[in-house]
């Protein structure tokens, strides 16, 4: 019906108690919360503060008790194992409760940290929902990061316990995550007391005696347990994320605010009913893996598929469609980035036409900008709506999208539509300043923000404060420029700080120049995002060398891109790296890294006025010329 967006989108700002007060009763309580929101000292916003519930009973034990038992919960696909495998509500509780009573034997309990260092295997999954179940406070770290960044975060979370597989399995190499744990106690101030290790086939990890466990023994001898019921505040889980600095943020999201925003979401953002199959072809260790491959379909009701795989490759670019004829996927969720890849090896769409695809309905796309000419590729090609949609890790879920369940608004390619019911979104000039349709400013959201979203950094008041809400008092600044049409159609054109989008990874370009600086013969560096046809953009190094260096510059850069595939991680993609005798910078000492992008990306580019010696940018133009930008 024509208007109900704009109709439901009113009433969650005119009342924005009321809408929500009743988007929590479709979850179930142990006390109903009688306070909807709680805004007395915002930021620090708390959305329905004496209620009391459970993440996992929502997930779980009221579809097992409701009708769902045997109906499908997660389906396990992986290509790379040559392993399918499908749980229902039932036997999912079966395995939860009981891993959660392997837990609690350990001594796990409500508020304790617990790391997940695993790849894209049912247990994953298992292990956010047992910790949930008990209270615990999960804090994933993506199978792509190095040890070193795993200990940061056990360190920051002050982990008791580290849940992790022996392996991962990327398409022609095994990824060891034993040792890489094993190095990241090793580097770690804190030391968790117990590891349980998933053994996988394909490598078995050591263990080590008095620390490490074998997760299957456990779980098999362990009496399930039952879910303890928490306040609405408590923190679920925190994942971290890159800012602007190589310290990475942990976004804290509380349990009420999530279940019930993540509830709301499945049906009115992805049309998305109890018993239908949902697949967000991303991975455990992101938001996305959070939000909609593990909680939201199961707070739904709904089916969840669980990937191990990439779009192409695992065996061919035809693996989506496969995989959502062979389960009736009706919605697919993933990175322009995938589809980039599927239309590089499969520009005609042969591979789609060995499948039929009658249960898919939609296509969602989020986790950087999508082009153009991927979306009109991709509707072109599936015959059914591309909705890009904008979030961020901090949100939680997404902020702008055609909300289908709602109401299927025209696609405007290059826009993620409008703000979902409940983000109230505004473009601010540098002094806070609303601007006009059409002028491209800061994307900020007006506070209260929706429940779902963060409620602060892990151990960081000061920082959640200093990062997201001063610079425009009232608003949450999301770090994304963009403008709004005289439509209401918004578009995000770029971000305003040092994160860059690397195949719909979010990685900090100041965390690698950190790794870059640290090495012996490197000066000064540079870090920027340059765009990439097929990962959206990639990192590009560039490196100043001490005076008197004589080795060869080639050998320093391998030595600068394997010590960031060391200290960060292979998902950094870091392999674009060059030297050159002067950094181009302002005359106050700033280094001009947007122009270098813009030399880099073949943009128009005007010599900055304040700049001290014009004539580098010369040297920095050839120098890019030998890594093969700009593109032509
Ligand atoms: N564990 C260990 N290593 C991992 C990993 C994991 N879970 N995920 C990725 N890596 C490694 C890869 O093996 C690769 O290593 P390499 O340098 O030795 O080749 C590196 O990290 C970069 O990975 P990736 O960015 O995935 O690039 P790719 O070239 O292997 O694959 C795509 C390209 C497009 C197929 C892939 O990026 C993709 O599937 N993207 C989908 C988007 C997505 O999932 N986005 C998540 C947010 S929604
Ligand atoms: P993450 O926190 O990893 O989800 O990354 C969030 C960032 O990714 C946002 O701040 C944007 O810069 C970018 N992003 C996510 N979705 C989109 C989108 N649909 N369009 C443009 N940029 C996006």
């Known amino acids: 019906m024509s208007g109900e967006y704009d109709e439901v989108y009113q009433r969650a700002c005119d009342d924005p108690e009321g809408f929500w007060q009743q988007a929590a009763s479709g979850i179930d309580w142990y006390t109903e919360p009688k306070i909807v929101l709680d805004n007395s000292a915002p930021p620090f916003i708390k959305w ?167 997760w299957s023994e456990l779980e098999a001898t362990a009496t ?5 019921p928490v306040e609405a505040g408590h923190p679920l889980y925190v994942l971290y994320t890159s800012g602007t600095t190589g310290e990475p943020k942990g ?68 693996a989506y469609w496969r995989v959502i004829a062979e389960y009736g996927v009706k919605a697919l969720f993933t990175a322009p980035t995938a589809f980039r890849a599927i239309k590089k090896e499969d520009p005609q769409g042969e591979y789609l036409k060995q499948y039929q695809l009658p ?66 979104l505004e473009v601010l000039d540098g002094e806070g300043k609303v601007l006009p349709a059409g002028e491209i400013g800061a994307l900020a959201l007006k506070l209260p923000l929706p429940p779902g979203a963060f409620t602060t950094l892990w151990g960081n008041d000061e920082r959640f404060v200093s990062s997201y809400f001063k610079t425009f008092p009232g608003y949450y600044e999301t770090g994304d420029a963009g403008y709004i049409d005289t439509n209401g159609y918004v578009f995000v054109m770029a971000r305003t700080d040092d994160v860059i989008n690397v195949a719909g990874h979010r990685l900090s370009t100041g965390a690698m120049e950190e790794v870059l600086a640290a090495h ?15 990962k959206g953009q990639l990192p590009l190094g560039v490196m100043v060398l001490n005076d008197g260096v004589s080795r060869s510059e080639d050998e320093i850069c391998r030595e600068a891109i394997q010590s960031v595939r060391e200290k960060i991680g292979p998902v950094a993609a870091f392999k674009l790296c060059t030297v050159v005798k002067r950094l181009p910078k302002t005359r106050s000492g700033k280094v001009l890294r947007a122009t270098m992008r813009k030399i880099a990306d073949n943009e128009v580019w005007k010599m900055p006025a304040t700049i001290d010696d014009p004539v580098i940018l010369d040297e920095i133009t050839a120098s890019l010329l030998t890594l093969g930008y700009p593109v032509n």
């Open 224 to 228: 399930p347990a039952d879910c303890t």
């Open 520 to 534: 012996p013969d490197v000066a000064e560096c540079a870090v920027i995002g340059v765009t990439d046809a097929m």
């Open 359 to 424: 249960s898919f309905e939609t296509l969602y796309l989020a986790g950087e900008r999508c082009d153009p000419d991927t979306l009109s590729w991709a509707e072109d090609k599936l015959k059914v709506p591309v909705i890009d949609h904008w979030w961020q890790t901090e949100l939680g879920w997404p902020a702008c999208s055609n909300c289908r369940g709602i109401e299927l608004l025209p696609v405007v390619p290059g826009s993620p539509t409008k703000p979902v019911p409940g983000f109230v």
């Open 251 to 318: 976004v804290v999201r509380d349990t009420g605010g999530c279940v019930v925003s993540l509830h709301w979401s499945m049906k009115h953002v992805y049309d998305i009913n109890p018993g239908d199959v949902f697949w967000a072809a991303s991975d455990v260790g992101w938001v996305v893996g959070h939000s909609y491959i593990v909680y939201g379909p199961l707070f739904n009701g709904s089916t969840s598929l669980l990937y191990e795989g990439k779009p192409v490759g695992t065996p061919d670019p035809g």
């Open 48 to 214: 329905f503060p004496d209620g009391v519930l459970n993440a996992c009973y929502n997930a779980l034990d009221r579809h097992v008790a409701g009708g769902r038992a045997e109906q499908a919960a997660l389906i396990y696909d992986s290509p790379v194992t040559g392993t399918k495998q499908t749980f229902t509500y039932r036997e999912l509780l079966d395995r939860v409760a009981r891993f959660a009573g392997a837990l609690k034997a350990q001594g796990i309990e409500k508020g304790d940290r617990v790391i997940i260092y695993m790849p894209m295997v049912p247990e994953a999954t298992i292990a956010m929902l047992a910790c949930a179940r008990l209270g615990a406070i999960h804090s994933v770290v993506f199978g792509g990061f190095a040890a070193n960044e795993l200990a940061v975060r056990i360190d920051d979370v002050q982990a008791k316990m580290v849940l992790a597989a022996s392996c991962g399995i990327e398409p022609g190499r095994l990824v060891p995550y034993k040792p890489l744990l094993d190095e990241a106690i090793e580097l770690s101030a804190h030391k968790p007391e117990t590891c349980i290790i998933l053994q996988r086939d394909a490598l078995a990890g050591e263990m080590v005696a008095g620390r490490d466990l074998d």
